[in-house]
């Protein structure tokens, strides 16, 4: 009797354990189908997905490491989010949308806790808090968690020529704007 009561009780934690995991209502998982494109966009089952407020490194652009080797900036902030993808199983909730990209917000759970994805790359320092037109963050939260990692030189703040990629894209549009006035 008490190897079945414990066989009971196993069947009950591991249901347990993956009703914790599934993706709660009006959100979904984010994985393996995920085809990513940038360290903050991906595509999925024909739709195309942003974290919201996130900036990712721009490919193209470089940072130089310790021993004086170029790196292209984008690519380590992808690889960042495929590793934070595979290695938590994070779930995503649409919550804006326009005809090319439903932006998302997305949480992992690590350790028991639930954690924001946009957070975690920030403040590892592969990501970057996303600005708006005016240059004031589209989610005040993310600014502070971008001032802590740049304190902390986590990431790609340890390299002296990361470039915000905001601040690349803001100068971008500018110059697009003065030539073609």
């Not at 970057?128 to 304190?151: I, K, M, T, W």
């Amino acid at each position: 009797m008490s190897g079945t009561g414990g066989i009971t009780v196993g069947l009950i934690l591991a249901m347990k354990a993956s009703t914790a995991f599934a993706a709660p209502a009006g959100y979904f998982d984010l994985g393996a189908r995920a085809v990513l494109e940038t360290g903050d966009t991906w595509s999925m089952n024909g739709h195309r997905y942003r974290l919201y407020g996130v900036q990712s490194c721009l490919r193209g652009t470089t940072f130089t490491n310790n021993a004086g080797k170029s790196h292209d900036c984008g690519d380590a902030s992808l690889s960042v989010l495929a590793a934070f993808i595979k290695d938590t199983h994070p779930a995503c909730a649409p919550i804006a949308e326009n005809s090319a990209v439903t932006y998302v917000v997305c949480f992992a759970v690590v350790a028991g806790q639930r954690l924001d994805l946009g957070t975690m790359m920030i403040s590892e320092g592969y990501a970057f808090a996303a600005l708006d037109a005016d240059g004031l963050p589209v989610n005040p939260a993310y600014s502070v968690a971008e001032q802590q990692a740049r304190a902390r030189r986590s990431g790609l703040w340890h390299f002296s020529d990361v470039q915000h990629p905001s601040i690349l894209l803001g100068r971008a549009a500018s110059g697009i704007q003065e030539g073609g006035q």
